[in-house]
Nanobody
Framework: QVQLVESGGGLVQAGGSLRLSCAAS????????MGWFRQAPGKERDFVAT????????YYADSVKGRFTISRDNAKSTVSLQMNSLKSEDTAVYYC?????????????????WGQGTQVTVSS
């Protein structure tokens, strides 16, 4: 079992920045590929970014590429999402997820554990 707890969400103006963090506990964090997803009201949960454990490679959704950066700290069992140049369309609940796979994963069904989510609201 892996428990995930997100933090860092909040209200920010368009063009601003936020940094989300996800703290993991339980089984060995360093052997999980980690991902961030988001869900806006009335919409499906969408992939945002993922980072593998085997070589720290990353992959981003086109909508956030160049603005968001995912990183991990295995010593602290945390994964972060630095979000810059935020837009109103980035408003959503952001979820951290863990997949028991060494490779990049961008589909929600490929993830085994989920956090409870943190709200990000970008005002225009």
């Amino acid at each position: 079992q892996v428990q995930l707890v997100e933090s860092g969400g909040g209200l920010v103006q368009a063009g601003g920045s936020l940094r989300l963090s996800c703290a993991a506990s339980g089984r060995t964090f360093s052997t999980y590929t980690m991902g961030w997803f988001r869900q806006a009201p009335g919409k499906e949960r969408d992939f945002v970014a993922t980072i593998s454990w085997i070589n720290d490679s990353t992959y981003y959704a086109d909508s956030v590429k160049g603005r968001f950066t995912i990183s991990r700290d295995n010593a602290k069992s945390t994964v972060s999402l630095q979000m810059n140049s935020l837009k109103s369309e980035d408003t959503a609940v952001y979820y951290c997820a863990a997949a028991s796979s060494p490779w990049l994963r961008k589909n929600s069904y490929e993830y085994d554990y989920w956090g409870q989510g943190t709200q990000v609201t970008v005002s225009s």
